[in-house]
């Protein structure tokens, strides 16, 4: 079954700590990652993906995330956060182009406070 | 490029009541998708076009639930005698042709009473 496991529910960090955001994943063929995030009130922002190629994936506002295959994982990190970081985060996987899955299944979320 | 809209962004209404959102997709956004969010909890997927066609719908799509996109452009989510548990955000994304992002719009926030 294909699903997406995001297994901190809340996490606290200090302002200028960094930041490591756990994502474990399911899927039958190569998938899709993606890390969207969302702010009270806003929609969801894609922040990265991965397709293919460098494991290591750049995104904005500073954020980036490494695709391990052999963990089933795509955590997301930060060296220095920001107050502004404060949000929810999802872990997304979908399918590829012309597959049959198209949608994106997210995981349940994570919710980052900032400690000033 | 103005990103996906959708209207209203907020809906109240009273158990058994029908409801219809709106979706404008991005343009020339040939892909179309609905989601829904309840609280605490990731989108989970609804439905999907590809242009007007309705290509996929999840088991969570009741039959008290309907989507058009008539002419390939923007699409409508109907409830039909709405139900407490209805209460939820729902979401209308967006992909392009040859692309395999999809981009979210703000939502729309329905409560039922």
């Known amino acids: 079954a294909q699903s997406v496991t995001q297994p901190d529910i809340h996490i606290t960090v200090s302002e200028g700590a960094s930041l490591e955001l756990r994502c474990n994943y399911s899927?039958?063929?190569?998938?899709?990652l993606f890390w969207y995030v969302q702010s009270p009130g806003q929609g969801l922002q894609l922040l990265l993906k991965?397709?293919?190629?460098?494991?290591l994936v750049q995104g904005i506002k500073g954020f980036e995330a490494e695709f391990k295959r052999s963990q089933s994982s795509f955590n997301l990190r930060k060296p220095s956060v920001h107050w502004s970081d404060a949000a929810e985060y999802f872990c997304?996987?979908?399918?590829?182009?012309?597959?049959?899955?198209?949608?994106?299944?997210f995981g349940s979320g994570t919710r980052l406070s900032i400690r000033p | 490029d103005t990103g996906v809209s959708q209207d209203p962004r907020h809906k109240i209404t009273k158990r058994g009541q029908n409801v219809t959102f709106r979706c404008d997709p991005i343009?020339?956004?040939?892909?179309l998708y609905w989601y829904r969010q309840t609280l605490g909890q990731g989108p989970e997927f609804l439905t999907y076009?590809?242009?007007?066609?309705?290509?996929?719908k999840s088991r969570l799509l009741s039959d008290r639930f309907s989507a058009e996109r008539p002419k390939g452009s923007f699409s409508t989510l109907e409830i039909q005698r709405t139900e407490q548990g209805d209460s939820a955000m729902y979401l209308c994304?967006?992909?392009?042709?040859?692309?395999?992002?999809?981009?979210f719009g703000p939502g729309t926030r329905l409560t039922v009473l």
């Open positions: 994304a967006s992909r392009p042709t040859g692309g395999d992002t999809q981009y």
């Open positions: 899927y039958g063929a190569t998938p899709y």
């Open positions: 991965y397709f293919s190629g460098d494991t």
């Open positions: 997304a996987v979908g399918g590829r182009l012309g597959s049959s899955a198209s949608k994106i299944i």
């Open positions: 343009s020339e956004h040939n892909r």
């Open positions: 076009f590809q242009n007007e066609a309705q290509l996929e």
